[in-house]
């Protein structure tokens, strides 16, 4: 397997199969949506670039994900997956005065979209390095103990 590869879509030779790492994203968006719609996310207030709780839900499935071993590419759909629960709470939920078709083509404008994903870009990059250099210094560490001579 090519290294692009590898850092695009992971590389797990032990661990859990990757059809259960496809479920991360679709479970980031409806938690952050459900807790948002619960009130236990809440909104700072005033003009929001960055819904901070669902990032910070992203960033950290992302990070896990990237532990795990899988790909950047995951890591970012993670993270998007958070952020837009986070955005159709405000859009479907948090406009009650106007029409559902009107919410709903609020959501999926192209400009709102491109933002969530570029600041997705941004975070699950961060989340999957921080990640994937845990799980080296975890890999080295257990190597280093495994070597080291008994006393």
Do not use: K, Q
Not at 83 to 94: E, K, M, Q, R, V
């Amino acid at each position: 397997m090519s290294l692009a590869r590898r850092v695009l879509l992971g590389s797990n030779p032990n661990g859990s199969p990757r059809r259960h790492r496809l479920l991360v994203p679709p479970l980031c968006f409806l938690v952050s949506f459900a807790a948002y719609a619960l009130g236990v996310f809440a909104h700072a207030g005033g003009v929001v670039f960055l819904a901070v709780d669902a990032a910070a839900l992203g960033v950290l499935a992302a990070a896990v994900l990237a532990y795990r071993r899988a790909g950047i590419a995951l890591a970012w759909v993670a993270v998007y997956g958070a952020l837009l629960g986070s955005n159709a709470d405000h859009y479907l939920l948090g406009l009650p005065g106007r029409p559902l078709g009107e919410r709903v083509a609020a959501l999926v404008e192209l400009d709102g979209l491109v933002f969530v994903g570029v600041e997705a870009l941004a975070l699950g990059t961060v989340a999957w390095v921080v990640g994937t250099a845990a799980s080296r210094a975890v890999d080295e560490a257990r190597d280093r103990r495994r070597d080291a001579p008994a006393e």
